[in-house]
């Protein structure tokens, strides 16, 4: 069965520290998304990567950054949490076609609290 | 960014009773699919739908996409308790040719079907 794997379930940070989110996927999916979910936001995407090494900006990337050096793994980054970054963290793998319209496999999810 | 309308945002129905959550855009989409996510976890797709006018059947879930690709409904019969959680309509946009967008998702259904 498909799984996608976030490091941690809950996560308390403070203001001005740097914190990584992991997320690994064993499915040999080509592309991999980050989400943050708030009440009455619904999911915003924050960054997306469809190969190794390559990232796309979403709809909010300010504030983050991410990594993925290799396929299975993809890290995102808050430079500088802040409390406005409190939040749900989801992260998402799919599998590369060329229609495009291949389901989003998620990961239950990362409750991150800066305080 | 396209926006998908949702609603209602909030039900709450008695098990048995039928039910239609709607999703609507200004935008054209390539496809559309359905999440349920249910408390502590990611969501967990339940239908894409491709071609206007397009109807999907899930046991006592039925999906349709409207003809000009702009909307979506979600009808459930005789709703059950298992049925209740967060749904979640996302359009694809595909102009990106490689399958790598992020969904856009709306803000999602509350769902609650009471014993």
């Known amino acids: 069965d498909v799984k996608v794997t976030q490091s941690s379930r809950y996560l308390v940070k403070r203001t001005g520290e740097k914190v990584f989110l992991e997320c690994v996927q064993d499915?040999?999916?080509?592309?991999m998304f980050w989400y943050r979910q708030d009440p009455g936001l619904g999911l915003r995407l924050i960054y997306f990567s469809y190969d190794v090494k390559m990232k796309e900006k979403g709809d909010i990337p300010e504030g983050y950054s991410v990594s993925r050096e290799k396929k299975e793994r993809f890290s995102l980054i808050l430079e500088s949490a802040s409390t406005n970054q409190t939040s749900m963290y989801l992260c998402a793998s799919s599998l590369w076609h060329g229609s495009g319209y291949q389901p989003q496999h998620f990961g239950d999810g990362t409750r991150l609290s800066i305080l | 960014t396209q926006l998908l309308e949702q609603s209602p945002q909030f039900l709450s129905i008695q098990e048995g009773e039928n039910l239609t959550v709607y999703c609507n855009s200004s935008?054209?989409?390539?496809?559309l699919q359905w999440y349920r996510q249910e408390p502590g976890e990611g969501p967990v797709l339940l239908v894409t739908v491709v071609t206007g006018g397009e109807v999907k059947k899930l046991k006592r879930l039925t999906f349709q996409f409207g003809d000009a690709r702009k909307d979506s409904s979600l009808h459930i019969t005789a709703a059950q308790p298992g049925d209740t959680g967060l749904y979640l309509c996302a359009g694809f946009r595909g102009d990106s040719g490689g399958g790598a967008d992020g969904l856009t998702f709306g803000k999602g259904t509350h769902l609650i079907i009471q014993p």
């Open positions: 935008s054209v989409f390539s496809s």
């Open positions: 499915m040999d999916h080509e592309n």
